[in-house]
């Protein structure tokens, strides 16, 4: 190489991933002059059908200084399993909470790739967690209702080092919503009418 | 009524509310005397589409001294909306993770009011979280990455006094997995395969 050559301009990020890169720098640097925009509240609704199985929406959230409506409304069922007494419609609350934690962590993966100009070819996601069912059962007060501890495990392909490729997935948990709302404690109000 | 009136015999629960209530009973009584039969491992996957959108699966868990599959694959997707510089093709998953309270809590109100002998004929749940973008985008460390505080707001009706109703709803709150998992912490430990 030339010793001579003057320093190219920094390279801007294309789109990488499916990620519009140079649309996500330029969200951070609205939101990082306008800190109001970055307030958001996500909602869901749940209608109870029969037994343990409950059907929901996912509809409209505010966020960035208004109103927004998903393009189209999201439907989402629970129920439980036949060996807790369900009709095993849907999946259960607990493990809709593992797919969020797993969806959670592999959109920043996709995203915290792009801006670091690294091309994936493939991210799974597998989380795992203990229960001990005691605690909902109303059989024992020292076991916790939730889980005990929950392993998530990632394969992440792309075109970079091992190294590179871990510090993604560490940086994407390290921001992670899901994995903050689950490893800390968040508060929880309820509200109760009676019909 | 006549004083001779011999005492009637307990009365047993009859299924209600779509749950089957002397089911759910003799369930709670064959963990009580195994407790090992309470141990459950819930699971969810999650594989990268593109951009934040992912496609998983619900499928197996272990319970009850083993392995089970629900009886058929549910499927989950999530995405984040164009604001957050995404495709909008599924829910967010910090949105998932508040059907996943809601649902959770409007399960254990169909059973507890069926356990008690209440007939419900309604039960709406809609939930809400505030979180500050600041924490996932990077901008700041002292805000949080997930939700700040989270409204979860209850509709249940039934042949019950108002008070009655209540207890079923707080009942519901105090034997949640989600109400807890959110609550309280849970440790999450992360594995990465680097393909």
Redesign the interface.
Known sequence: MSQTAVQEPKKERGPL????TP??FA??NV??NN?EL?????????????????R?T?ET?Y??GSE?T??RT?T?E??????????????????????????????????IAAARGVT?????????????????????NE???????????????GDAP?EK??EI??QS?A?????????????????????
């Open positions: 991933n499916g990620v519009d649309n996500l969200t951070i939101v990082k800190p970055a307030k958001f509240k996500f909602r869901a609704k749940n209608t109870w059908v029969s037994g343990t199985h409950g929901g996912i959230f966020g960035a927004h998903h393009k999201f989402m629970a129920d439980h399993p036949a060996v807790l007494v369900g009709d095993d419609k849907a999946p259960l609350p607990v493990e809709i909470v593992l797919y969020g934690l797993a969806a959670c962590i592999t959109g920043g993966i996709a995203n994936l070819t493939e991210v799974q996601a597998t989380v795992e967690g203990d229960i001990d069912l005691r605690g909902i059962l109303g059989l024992s076991v916790r209702n939730g889980y005990e501890n929950i392993r998530a495990d990632f394969t992440i392909k091992a490729l871990r997935v560490e948990k921001r992670s919503a899901v994995f903050d709302i689950i490893t800390n404690k968040v508060p929880v109000e309820i509200g109760v009418n009676v019909g």
